[in-house]
């Protein structure tokens, strides 16, 4: 799979997309921000949801250390959990919980 060149270009691929996806996100961010809040908080809102970025960024190698020790199978489900996919697992299932949280306060 990675021979000469082709491991680096999977990472300068994986890494353009990842930067598109996160340029992606920013500027959904700034247009809601600009259109929804009103103009005495804008500053106040971005504060906070870069607050909540960076927080992310430092949580996601505190998490992902002690799952690597990981190793089980989910009951029923057959499915492996282990370091390789247990960072994912927490995020799918925090997802899943706040499109519930949010869903809920729509009804």
Known sequence: ????????????????????????????????????????????????????????????PAFGAPLQAVHFQLPGLGVAVDGNNGPGLVLAVASWQQCFKQCSKLS
Not at 6 to 30: C, H, K, P, W
């Open 1 to 60: 799979l990675f021979d000469d060149g082709a491991g680096q270009m999977v990472v300068l691929i994986a890494r353009f997309f990842s930067g598109f996806d996160n340029g992606t996100r920013q500027t959904i961010e700034q247009t809601f921000i600009s259109t929804q809040v009103p103009a005495k908080h804008q500053t106040a809102v971005s504060s906070r949801l870069s607050s909540c970025a960076i927080t992310g960024i430092m949580l996601g």
